[in-house]
């Protein structure tokens, strides 16, 4: 089974803090996400990368960057936090590929408060 | 850009009945790929359901199936003799054959299961 580690379950960190949300994935994925879940909103893409080094901008990428030095892990970074990024952030990975048997497989999410 | 469209915030059912749980798309693509997400309490993301646009033939995993109707733009998901176990937010979404793997979520259902 595919499996999609975030550091934490729940973080509270303080306006102005540069946050550090980390993802690792054990199956060897070239594909991973960032998404930002907000009642009402569902689930938005902030940030994918494609390989190591790539990055793409998705529907909601201001203030936040990514950063992916190794395949298995994708980090999302929020530069300078402020109380609108209080959020559940996701995290996913897949393999590349045009049909649909290359889903997306998500982890357990992290709670952030901005306080 | 596409969008998904979940018209019901919230839904219920009795244990052991069945229920439908609504989605619509838009989209002008001819070729794409629907899903059926689960978010159960404990978060993490679970692939339900997929289906392949340019297949006719309703896709089902055991209790559950969808109606798509490619026409109506219409991708609804039922579950029979539902189980408490499916109690969870339920999230559409919808990826483009053509434009590499990004996914677009609808704002998700909750299911509640009446015992």
């Known amino acids: 089974d595919v499996k999609v580690t975030q550091s934490s379950r729940y973080l509270v960190k303080r306006t102005g803090e540069k946050v550090f949300l980390e993802c690792v994935q054990d199956?060897?994925?070239?594909?991973m996400f960032w998404y930002r879940q907000d009642p009402g909103l569902g689930l938005r893409l902030i940030y994918f990368?494609?390989?190591?080094?790539?990055?793409e901008k998705g529907d909601i990428p201001e203030g936040y960057s990514v950063s992916r030095e190794k395949k298995e892990r994708f980090s999302l970074i929020l530069e300078s936090a402020s109380t609108n990024q209080t959020s559940m952030y996701l995290c996913a990975s897949s393999l590349p590929g045009r049909g649909p048997n290359q889903p997306q497989h998500f982890g357990d999410g992290t709670r952030l408060s901005i306080l | 850009a596409q969008t998904v469209t979940q018209s019901q915030p919230e839904m219920s059912v009795q244990e052991a009945e069945t229920v439908t749980l609504s989605c619509t798309y838009d989209?002008?693509?001819?070729?794409?790929?629907l899903f059926w997400y689960k978010q159960p309490p404990s978060r993490q993301m679970i692939l339900v359901i997929r289906q392949e646009a340019y297949k006719q033939q309703n896709a089902t995993e055991n209790r559950f199936s969808v109606n798509f109707q490619k026409a109506a733009k219409s991708f609804s998901l039922k579950i029979s003799d539902s189980q408490l176990g499916d109690a969870a937010m339920y999230f559409c979404a919808y990826r483009s054959a053509r434009w590499g793997e990004k996914l677009t979520f609808g704002t998700g259902t909750r299911l509640t299961i009446i015992p």
């Open positions: 990368s494609y390989d190591v080094k790539m990055k």
């Open positions: 199956m060897d994925h070239e594909n």
């Open positions: 989209t002008s693509e001819s070729d794409y790929y």
